[in-house]
Protein backbone atom coordinates (compact mmCIF):
# COMPACT_ATOMS: atom_id res chain seq x y z
CA UNK A 1 0.00 0.00 0.00
CA UNK A 2 1.45 3.54 -0.90
CA UNK A 3 1.65 5.65 2.18
CA UNK A 4 1.71 9.68 1.58
CA UNK A 5 3.93 11.55 4.79
CA UNK A 6 3.79 15.02 4.61
CA UNK A 7 7.05 17.06 3.57
CA UNK A 8 7.65 17.97 7.76
CA UNK A 9 7.80 14.53 8.23
CA UNK A 10 10.34 13.95 5.39
CA UNK A 11 11.93 17.10 6.36
CA UNK A 12 12.70 16.48 10.06
CA UNK A 13 12.93 12.37 9.18
CA UNK A 14 16.47 13.75 6.70
CA UNK A 15 17.68 16.52 9.49
CA UNK A 16 17.45 13.46 12.13
CA UNK A 17 19.12 10.74 10.14
CA UNK A 18 21.93 13.51 9.51
CA UNK A 19 22.41 13.88 13.06
CA UNK A 20 22.05 10.03 13.71
CA UNK A 21 25.08 9.41 10.94
CA UNK A 22 27.37 12.73 13.37
CA UNK A 23 26.20 10.86 16.40
CA UNK A 24 27.22 7.70 15.11
CA UNK A 25 30.78 8.82 13.44
CA UNK A 26 31.74 10.51 16.96
CA UNK A 27 30.41 7.30 19.15
CA UNK A 28 33.09 4.94 16.87
CA UNK A 29 35.85 7.65 17.43
CA UNK A 30 34.84 7.59 21.03
CA UNK A 31 34.79 3.73 21.23
CA UNK A 32 38.65 3.58 19.65
CA UNK A 33 40.06 6.29 22.09
CA UNK A 34 38.41 3.94 24.44
CA UNK A 35 40.25 1.20 23.35
CA UNK A 36 43.34 2.70 22.62
CA UNK A 37 43.32 3.54 26.42
CA UNK A 38 42.15 -0.09 27.37
CA UNK A 39 45.12 -1.11 25.70
CA UNK A 40 47.82 1.30 27.51
CA UNK A 41 46.45 0.52 30.68
CA UNK A 42 47.00 -3.24 29.89
CA UNK A 43 50.61 -2.26 29.33
CA UNK A 44 50.99 -0.04 32.06
CA UNK A 45 49.55 -2.25 35.08
CA UNK A 46 52.12 -4.82 33.71
CA UNK A 47 54.85 -2.00 33.52
CA UNK A 48 53.88 -1.22 37.12
CA UNK A 49 54.48 -4.79 38.31
CA UNK A 50 58.17 -4.70 37.03
CA UNK A 51 58.86 -1.85 38.27
CA UNK A 52 57.87 -2.95 41.47
CA UNK A 53 59.83 -5.99 41.25
CA UNK A 54 63.21 -3.96 40.07
CA UNK A 55 62.65 -1.35 42.82
CA UNK A 56 62.41 -4.58 45.40
CA UNK A 57 65.73 -6.52 43.72
CA UNK A 58 67.56 -2.70 43.30
CA UNK A 59 67.29 -1.55 47.05
CA UNK A 60 68.20 -4.81 47.75
CA UNK A 61 71.58 -4.89 46.26
CA UNK A 62 72.21 -1.36 47.22
CA UNK A 63 71.23 -2.21 51.23
CA UNK A 64 71.98 -6.09 52.03
CA UNK A 65 75.39 -6.59 53.68
CA UNK A 66 74.95 -3.23 55.76
CA UNK A 67 74.62 -3.63 59.62
CA UNK A 68 71.68 -4.47 61.29
CA UNK A 69 70.08 -1.26 61.50
CA UNK A 70 70.10 -0.97 57.96
CA UNK A 71 68.44 -3.96 57.70
CA UNK A 72 65.79 -2.53 59.66
CA UNK A 73 64.82 0.40 57.84
CA UNK A 74 65.45 -1.92 54.53
CA UNK A 75 61.86 -3.96 55.61
CA UNK A 76 60.31 -0.39 55.81
CA UNK A 77 61.67 0.26 52.52
CA UNK A 78 60.00 -2.84 50.82
CA UNK A 79 56.92 -1.96 52.64
CA UNK A 80 57.10 1.22 51.58
CA UNK A 81 57.42 0.04 48.00
CA UNK A 82 54.95 -2.61 47.87
CA UNK A 83 51.96 0.45 49.12
CA UNK A 84 52.99 1.93 45.98
CA UNK A 85 52.55 -0.80 44.15
CA UNK A 86 49.66 -1.66 45.88
CA UNK A 87 48.43 1.58 45.52
CA UNK A 88 49.03 2.06 42.04
CA UNK A 89 47.91 -0.97 40.72
CA UNK A 90 44.60 -0.69 42.30
CA UNK A 91 44.24 3.02 40.92
CA UNK A 92 44.80 1.30 37.05
CA UNK A 93 42.66 -1.83 37.80
CA UNK A 94 39.66 0.28 38.73
CA UNK A 95 40.11 2.56 35.75
CA UNK A 96 40.52 -0.68 33.32
CA UNK A 97 37.31 -1.76 35.16
CA UNK A 98 35.75 1.42 34.99
CA UNK A 99 36.70 1.42 31.15
CA UNK A 100 35.78 -2.12 30.37
CA UNK A 101 32.26 -1.11 30.97
CA UNK A 102 32.10 2.01 29.62
CA UNK A 103 32.98 0.37 26.19
CA UNK A 104 30.63 -2.46 26.68
CA UNK A 105 27.76 0.20 26.94
CA UNK A 106 29.32 2.33 24.39
CA UNK A 107 29.01 -1.54 21.51
CA UNK A 108 25.64 -1.70 22.79
CA UNK A 109 24.62 1.79 22.27
CA UNK A 110 26.77 1.87 18.87
CA UNK A 111 24.57 -1.52 17.92
CA UNK A 112 21.41 0.02 18.79
CA UNK A 113 22.17 3.36 16.74
CA UNK A 114 23.33 0.79 13.66
CA UNK A 115 19.89 -1.16 14.01
CA UNK A 116 18.21 2.13 14.15
CA UNK A 117 19.64 3.66 11.49
CA UNK A 118 19.15 0.48 8.88
CA UNK A 119 15.07 0.82 10.10
CA UNK A 120 12.59 1.14 7.66
CA UNK A 121 10.04 2.65 9.41
CA UNK A 122 10.26 6.50 9.47
CA UNK A 123 7.21 6.40 12.49
CA UNK A 124 10.17 3.52 14.30
CA UNK A 125 12.62 5.99 13.76
CA UNK A 126 11.03 8.60 15.14
CA UNK A 127 9.66 7.12 18.58
CA UNK A 128 13.09 5.83 19.37
CA UNK A 129 15.19 8.53 18.00
CA UNK A 130 14.53 11.29 20.78
CA UNK A 131 15.42 8.76 23.82
CA UNK A 132 18.78 6.89 21.52
CA UNK A 133 20.25 11.01 21.07
CA UNK A 134 19.62 11.70 24.56
CA UNK A 135 21.80 8.40 25.72
CA UNK A 136 24.51 9.43 23.34
CA UNK A 137 24.46 12.64 24.27
CA UNK A 138 25.06 11.87 28.21
CA UNK A 139 27.45 9.41 27.39
CA UNK A 140 29.37 12.25 25.14
CA UNK A 141 28.93 15.15 28.13
CA UNK A 142 30.82 12.26 30.75
CA UNK A 143 33.63 11.31 29.82
CA UNK A 144 35.94 9.17 31.78
CA UNK A 145 38.02 10.63 34.80
CA UNK A 146 41.42 10.49 33.78
CA UNK A 147 44.60 10.31 36.57
CA UNK A 148 47.46 12.71 35.66
CA UNK A 149 49.24 11.44 38.44
CA UNK A 150 52.09 9.39 36.86
CA UNK A 151 52.05 5.83 38.94
CA UNK A 152 55.32 4.76 38.22
CA UNK A 153 56.87 8.40 39.85
CA UNK A 154 57.00 6.47 43.53
CA UNK A 155 59.03 3.62 42.16
CA UNK A 156 61.67 6.54 40.41
CA UNK A 157 61.29 7.99 43.47
CA UNK A 158 62.58 5.34 45.37
CA UNK A 159 65.29 4.08 43.70
CA UNK A 160 67.03 7.55 43.31
CA UNK A 161 66.90 8.20 46.97
CA UNK A 162 68.33 5.03 47.84
CA UNK A 163 70.76 4.80 44.99
CA UNK A 164 72.41 8.54 46.60
CA UNK A 165 72.04 6.66 49.90
CA UNK A 166 74.18 3.91 48.76
CA UNK A 167 76.80 6.33 47.22
CA UNK A 168 77.06 7.91 50.22
CA UNK A 169 77.57 5.45 52.59
CA UNK A 170 80.04 3.19 50.40
CA UNK A 171 82.25 6.60 49.88
CA UNK A 172 82.14 7.04 53.72
CA UNK A 173 82.76 3.58 54.09
CA UNK A 174 85.75 3.57 51.72
CA UNK A 175 87.74 6.62 53.47
CA UNK A 176 87.49 5.37 56.65
CA UNK A 177 88.55 1.73 56.28
CA UNK A 178 91.39 2.97 54.29
CA UNK A 179 92.62 5.52 57.26
CA UNK A 180 92.26 2.62 59.34
CA UNK A 181 94.40 0.12 57.29
CA UNK A 182 96.53 2.39 56.88
CA UNK A 183 97.33 3.53 60.20
CA UNK A 184 97.03 0.36 61.53
CA UNK A 185 99.56 -1.57 58.66
CA UNK A 186 102.15 1.96 58.38
CA UNK A 187 103.14 1.85 62.29
CA UNK A 188 103.29 5.02 63.89
CA UNK A 189 102.80 7.99 61.61
CA UNK A 190 103.09 11.94 61.78
CA UNK A 191 99.66 13.67 62.85
CA UNK A 192 100.32 16.04 60.30
CA UNK A 193 101.58 13.34 57.27
CA UNK A 194 97.88 11.40 58.51
CA UNK A 195 95.69 14.62 58.27
CA UNK A 196 97.00 15.40 54.87
CA UNK A 197 96.04 12.05 53.66
CA UNK A 198 92.86 12.23 54.91
CA UNK A 199 92.29 15.52 53.45
CA UNK A 200 93.11 13.54 50.17
CA UNK A 201 90.91 11.12 50.32
CA UNK A 202 88.07 13.33 51.30
CA UNK A 203 88.92 14.98 48.00
CA UNK A 204 88.25 11.47 46.43
CA UNK A 205 84.33 10.99 47.90
CA UNK A 206 81.32 11.54 45.77
CA UNK A 207 80.19 14.31 45.19
CA UNK A 208 77.35 14.44 48.18
CA UNK A 209 78.85 13.01 50.72
CA UNK A 210 81.31 15.55 52.18
CA UNK A 211 78.16 16.97 53.16
CA UNK A 212 75.31 14.75 54.46
CA UNK A 213 72.72 16.07 55.73
CA UNK A 214 71.37 14.66 59.05
CA UNK A 215 68.24 11.72 58.20
CA UNK A 216 66.51 11.52 61.82
CA UNK A 217 65.69 13.96 64.49
CA UNK A 218 68.58 12.79 66.39
CA UNK A 219 70.96 13.65 63.80
CA UNK A 220 69.71 17.09 63.57
CA UNK A 221 70.00 17.68 67.31
CA UNK A 222 73.51 17.50 66.97
CA UNK A 223 73.69 21.17 65.63
CA UNK A 224 70.83 22.51 67.70
CA UNK A 225 71.10 26.18 68.47
CA UNK A 226 69.17 28.61 71.43
CA UNK A 227 67.51 30.82 70.18
CA UNK A 228 65.15 34.15 71.72
CA UNK A 229 62.65 36.50 70.70
CA UNK A 230 63.94 40.73 70.51
CA UNK A 231 61.18 42.32 71.98
CA UNK A 232 62.49 45.59 70.59
CA UNK A 233 61.69 43.97 67.34
CA UNK A 234 58.19 42.82 67.96
CA UNK A 235 55.20 44.87 66.37
CA UNK A 236 52.91 46.50 68.99
CA UNK A 237 50.39 43.82 68.29
CA UNK A 238 52.61 40.75 69.36
CA UNK A 239 53.76 40.16 73.31
CA UNK A 240 56.94 38.39 74.28
CA UNK A 241 57.02 35.91 76.78
CA UNK A 242 58.32 32.83 78.78
CA UNK A 243 61.78 34.09 78.69
CA UNK A 244 61.03 35.43 75.25
CA UNK A 245 60.99 31.88 73.58
CA UNK A 246 57.12 33.09 73.27
CA UNK A 247 55.03 35.09 71.19
CA UNK A 248 51.40 35.57 70.73
CA UNK A 249 48.76 38.52 69.99
CA UNK A 250 47.96 40.83 72.45
CA UNK A 251 44.88 39.63 74.10
CA UNK A 252 43.67 43.15 74.91
CA UNK A 253 40.88 44.83 72.94
CA UNK A 254 42.62 48.45 74.30
CA UNK A 255 46.32 48.60 72.88
CA UNK A 256 48.30 50.42 75.73
CA UNK A 257 50.95 53.10 74.84
CA UNK A 258 54.05 51.17 73.26
CA UNK A 259 57.37 51.59 73.49
CA UNK A 260 58.75 53.37 70.15
CA UNK A 261 61.98 51.06 69.77
CA UNK A 262 63.54 51.71 66.40
CA UNK A 263 64.04 48.66 64.65
CA UNK A 264 60.16 47.42 65.84
CA UNK A 265 58.22 46.25 62.55
CA UNK A 266 55.94 48.84 62.23
CA UNK A 267 53.06 47.82 59.80
CA UNK A 268 53.28 43.51 59.75
CA UNK A 269 52.68 41.49 63.20
CA UNK A 270 56.24 40.15 62.72
CA UNK A 271 59.62 39.52 64.97
CA UNK A 272 62.87 38.43 64.99
CA UNK A 273 65.48 36.67 67.16
CA UNK A 274 68.35 38.01 68.80
CA UNK A 275 70.51 35.38 67.48
CA UNK A 276 71.69 35.74 63.58
CA UNK A 277 72.82 32.43 62.20
CA UNK A 278 75.61 32.14 60.48
CA UNK A 279 77.42 28.88 61.36
CA UNK A 280 78.07 26.14 59.00
CA UNK A 281 74.84 23.92 60.37
CA UNK A 282 71.88 25.98 62.50
CA UNK A 283 68.94 23.41 63.82
CA UNK A 284 65.99 24.83 65.75
CA UNK A 285 62.13 23.51 66.12
CA UNK A 286 59.24 25.74 66.88
CA UNK A 287 55.65 25.00 67.73
CA UNK A 288 52.80 26.70 66.06
CA UNK A 289 49.52 26.91 68.07
CA UNK A 290 46.61 27.75 65.23
CA UNK A 291 46.36 27.85 61.79
CA UNK A 292 48.10 30.67 60.00
CA UNK A 293 51.53 32.09 60.86
CA UNK A 294 54.87 32.24 58.65
CA UNK A 295 58.47 30.86 59.86
CA UNK A 296 61.39 33.03 58.40
CA UNK A 297 64.99 33.75 58.31
CA UNK A 298 65.68 37.55 57.34
CA UNK A 299 69.04 39.48 56.59
CA UNK A 300 68.64 42.30 59.79
CA UNK A 301 68.49 45.00 57.04
CA UNK A 302 65.36 44.27 55.86
CA UNK A 303 63.13 46.73 55.67
CA UNK A 304 60.84 47.45 58.84
CA UNK A 305 58.94 50.53 58.11
CA UNK A 306 57.55 49.99 55.19
CA UNK A 307 53.62 49.37 54.28
CA UNK A 308 54.47 47.02 51.00
CA UNK A 309 55.70 43.71 50.53
CA UNK A 310 59.25 44.89 51.35
CA UNK A 311 58.51 44.34 55.04
CA UNK A 312 57.13 41.47 54.46
CA UNK A 313 58.78 37.87 55.45
CA UNK A 314 59.47 36.22 51.96
CA UNK A 315 58.30 39.76 50.09
CA UNK A 316 61.69 40.91 49.52
CA UNK A 317 65.70 39.65 48.33
CA UNK A 318 66.62 39.60 52.29
CA UNK A 319 63.90 37.08 53.52
CA UNK A 320 62.77 33.40 53.42
CA UNK A 321 59.53 32.45 54.73
CA UNK A 322 57.37 29.26 55.35
CA UNK A 323 54.32 30.31 54.69
CA UNK A 324 51.76 27.97 56.90
CA UNK A 325 48.30 27.77 56.77
CA UNK A 326 45.21 25.35 58.14
CA UNK A 327 45.04 23.36 54.47
CA UNK A 328 48.74 23.98 52.82
CA UNK A 329 52.14 25.13 52.91
CA UNK A 330 54.45 27.82 50.89
CA UNK A 331 57.56 29.00 50.65
CA UNK A 332 58.45 32.80 49.77
CA UNK A 333 60.90 34.75 48.67
CA UNK A 334 61.22 37.68 46.77
CA UNK A 335 57.33 37.85 46.38
CA UNK A 336 57.61 34.87 44.97
CA UNK A 337 55.82 32.24 46.65
CA UNK A 338 55.80 28.26 45.86
CA UNK A 339 52.41 25.88 46.91
CA UNK A 340 53.65 22.14 48.54
CA UNK A 341 52.02 19.05 48.18
CA UNK A 342 52.25 18.07 51.85
CA UNK A 343 49.51 19.12 54.36
CA UNK A 344 49.78 20.75 57.47
CA UNK A 345 49.65 17.55 59.91
CA UNK A 346 52.19 18.36 62.79
CA UNK A 347 52.11 21.63 65.21
CA UNK A 348 56.16 21.08 65.78
CA UNK A 349 58.05 22.12 62.67
CA UNK A 350 61.72 21.75 62.10
CA UNK A 351 64.24 24.34 60.17
CA UNK A 352 67.83 23.42 59.04
CA UNK A 353 70.40 26.09 57.80
CA UNK A 354 73.54 25.06 55.90
CA UNK A 355 75.06 28.42 56.07
CA UNK A 356 78.29 27.18 54.04
CA UNK A 357 76.47 25.32 51.55
CA UNK A 358 73.50 27.80 50.91
CA UNK A 359 70.52 25.57 51.82
CA UNK A 360 67.67 25.77 54.44
CA UNK A 361 65.25 23.08 54.76
CA UNK A 362 61.79 22.99 56.50
CA UNK A 363 60.66 20.01 58.04
CA UNK A 364 57.64 18.70 60.34
CA UNK A 365 58.74 16.66 63.12
CA UNK A 366 57.39 13.67 65.27
CA UNK A 367 58.17 10.19 65.59
CA UNK A 368 60.08 11.14 62.43
CA UNK A 369 61.12 13.85 60.30
CA UNK A 370 58.92 14.68 57.20
CA UNK A 371 60.76 16.85 54.79
CA UNK A 372 58.59 19.87 53.32
CA UNK A 373 61.02 22.07 51.15
CA UNK A 374 64.62 23.00 50.48
CA UNK A 375 65.75 26.26 49.82
CA UNK A 376 68.97 26.73 47.88
CA UNK A 377 70.77 30.05 47.69
CA UNK A 378 74.08 32.28 48.75
CA UNK A 379 73.80 33.59 52.03
CA UNK A 380 75.77 36.69 52.25
CA UNK A 381 74.80 38.01 56.23
CA UNK A 382 74.05 36.02 59.41
CA UNK A 383 70.38 34.87 59.33
CA UNK A 384 67.81 35.88 61.99
CA UNK A 385 64.61 33.25 62.48
CA UNK A 386 61.61 35.52 62.59
CA UNK A 387 57.76 34.53 62.79
CA UNK A 388 54.59 36.30 61.50
CA UNK A 389 51.25 35.41 63.23
CA UNK A 390 48.15 34.72 61.98
CA UNK A 391 44.98 35.33 64.17
CA UNK A 392 44.60 33.42 67.43
CA UNK A 393 48.14 32.14 66.95
CA UNK A 394 50.92 31.51 69.14
CA UNK A 395 54.64 30.13 68.42
CA UNK A 396 57.05 28.60 70.50
CA UNK A 397 60.78 28.31 70.44
CA UNK A 398 61.43 24.81 71.41
CA UNK A 399 64.49 24.23 74.07
CA UNK A 400 66.32 21.60 72.63
CA UNK A 401 69.13 21.56 74.85
CA UNK A 402 69.27 18.40 77.22
CA UNK A 403 69.19 19.75 80.71
CA UNK A 404 66.17 21.94 79.30
CA UNK A 405 67.88 25.08 81.08
Known sequence: MYCCFSPNVLLFTYIFMQEL????????????????????????????????????????????????????????????????????AARVEDSLQTLQVKMEDMRERDAELDRLARTDSDLHFLQEWPSMRRLCREDHRHPLYEDSEDPLHPFDVTMRAIDQLGEQLE????????????????????????ESEEEEMQQRLPSGVHNMEPQTRAEFLQYACGLRLDPTTAHEDLVVSAGDREVRLNPLKCKTPSVRYPLRFLHRRQVLCREGLQG??????????????????????????????????????????????????SVSHKSDSVQLTTRPSRSKLGVYLN?????????????????????????????????????????RICDLRPDGL
Request: contains cysteine.
Open 21 to 88: RNLQTESKQILRTQEQKYENMGETLKRIQEAAEETRDYCESVLVGLIDSLQRHYKSVRELIGGHEEEA
Open 171 to 194: GIFDIKFALISQTAGGGEQRESEH
Open 280 to 329: ERCYYEIEVEGDKAEIALAYKGMDRKSRTQLSAFGGNAQSWSLDRSANHY
Open 355 to 395: FKEGTLSFYEVSDRMVFLYKVEAEFTEPMYPGFWLGEKCCI
